[in-house]
């Protein structure tokens, strides 16, 4: 895929080179970890910070860091670092003995923030207010789409009370963080330009 519009990573730090990918990765990874420290603990998935972060490291990393640094998040809080939502770790809750609730959500991360860097190196997307949005939904969707449906599969619940405990909760947030990112993304666009 031929990129058409620098990320602001990209932009910031433009020389290329292994340490400097790294360091992105490693960075986008560990902003994800600390935003979903901002926990409203509901039942049977938190309210977090951590979706915002998902989508504004796929915007300013670009598709392939945004993967990898969503990749390495989920791999590390599957692996006992406690980086997931309020502090937890690994994929299998305590409370009920089984895989976590969130499990869904979790694995769509790197999707999410591939899709909101594809969408922004193809189309400059984080330029403009709407294009954020179009992006952050886009992103949104994806967690949506992977999330709802596990969470029926390890908990039973299915149609209302499907949407009820996965979906409605979250819709307030989501509109929150969304205008938040179509604020702050072209904002920092235009402070570069200047």
């Known amino acids: 895929m031929t990129v058409l519009h620098p990320t602001l990573a990209r932009t910031l730090v433009p020389s290329r080179s292994l340490v400097r990918d790294i360091a992105l990765v490693l960075g986008g990874a560990a902003f994800v970890a600390v935003l979903a420290q901002a926990e409203i603990p509901l039942k049977p998935v938190p309210l977090t910070l951590q979706t915002l972060g998902v989508l504004l490291v796929g915007a300013a ?7 990898a ?3 390495v998040y989920v791999a590390a809080g599957a692996a006992g670092l406690p980086i997931l939502s309020g ?14 609730a969130s499990l869904g959500y979790l694995v769509s991360y790197p999707l999410a923030a591939a899709l ?28 949506y789409a992977f999330g709802l449906p596990v969470l029926a599969t390890l908990t039973g ?3 209302g009370a499907l949407l009820t405990a996965g979906l409605t909760p979250f819709l307030l947030g989501d509109t929150l963080k969304l205008v938040l990112a179509a604020l702050l993304l072209p904002g920092v666009w235009a402070l570069i330009r200047k």
Request: include cysteine; charged fraction near 15%.
């Open 116 to 143: 909101v860097g594809f969408l922004v190196e193809r189309f400059a997307l984080d330029r403009k207010f709407l294009g954020t949005c179009l992006a952050m939904l886009a992103g949104s969707a994806v967690i």
């Open 69 to 71: 640094a969503l990749a």
């Open 61 to 67: 990393l670009g598709w392939k860091r945004a993967f």
């Open 157 to 159: 619940l299915k149609g």
């Open 87 to 100: 502090g937890s770790a690994g994929l299998y809750s305590p409370t009920t003995g089984g895989l976590r």
